[in-house]
Each structure stands twice: as structure tokens, then as C-alpha cells.
Nanobody, 124 residues
Framework: QVQLVESGGGSVQAGGSLRLSCAVS????????LGWFRQAPGKEREGIST???????RYTNSMKGRFTISKDNGKNTLYLQMNSLSSEDTAMYYC??????????????????WGQGTQVTVSS
């Protein structure tokens, strides 16, 4: 079992940056594929990025360039650095974990653990 708690969301003006954090407890973050997803009102939850146990990162095409995923296994914490934010980035942001043997893609159903989310609001 693993528990995930996101933080770092808030309100920011367009063009600004935010860094989200996700504290992992229960088991070591190094044992899981970890990922970031987001869900805007009226839209499906979409993948942003994942990082596997070897530190290999993946991004969905639309998220490449502005978002950077990282993790600190010593602190059991996952991060998402977000730059050049626009109003289209307004959403609830979630971190998630899946067992490493299941791979590290973006299939939501394979992520068995989710945080409660942190809201990001970008004003233009």
C-alpha cells in the first residue's frame, strides 16, 4: 500500500511557474512507477508525465517542453515543475502510482494509487 499527498497548487498568472510536490508514504517511492495527471472541469483526466524506477521519464506530446517530472527517492517525493503556464493549464492535478512490473505508461486503470489532487488555477 502507498499513500500519496499532493501540494504546491495555487493561483498563478499566465506565464508563471509552479512546482507541485507529491509525498509518498507507506512504501518506498523507488518501488513504483509514479505519474502526474490532470483533470479540467468537464474533461477527462489526462496524463502528463511518468517516471519509472530507473528514473526514465515519459511525457505526453502536448506536455513536452513546459513540464518536468522528477523525484527524490531519499525524500520519497515526486515533483512536477510547470513553466509558461496558460489558462488552459487550469485543472486539478493528481499524482498516481502503479506497481513497477506493470510498466510505466499512461493507462489510468493501471494506476492503483491516487492522491486527492491539488488545484492549479492560471489567470490571464
Amino acid at each position: 500500500q502507498v499513500q500519496l499527498v499532493e501540494s504546491g497548487g495555487g493561483s498563478v498568472q499566465a506565464g508563471g511557474s509552479l512546482r507541485l510536490s507529491c509525498a509518498v508514504s507507506g512504501n518506498s517511492a523507488s518501488q513504483y512507477c509514479l505519474g502526474w495527471f490532470r483533470q479540467a472541469p468537464g474533461k477527462e483526466r489526462e496524463g502528463i508525465s511518468t517516471i519509472d524506477t530507473a528514473g526514465i521519464t515519459r511525457y505526453t506530446n502536448s506536455m513536452k517542453g513546459r513540464f518536468t517530472i522528477s523525484k527524490d527517492n531519499g525524500k520519497n517525493t515526486l515533483y512536477l515543475q510547470m513553466n509558461s503556464l496558460s489558462s488552459e493549464d487550469t485543472a486539478m492535478y493528481y499524482c498516481a502510482a502503479r506497481q513497477a512490473y506493470t510498466g510505466c505508461g499512461f493507462t489510468r486503470a493501471l494506476f492503483g494509487y491516487w492522491g486527492q489532487g491539488t488545484q492549479v488555477t492560471v489567470s490571464s
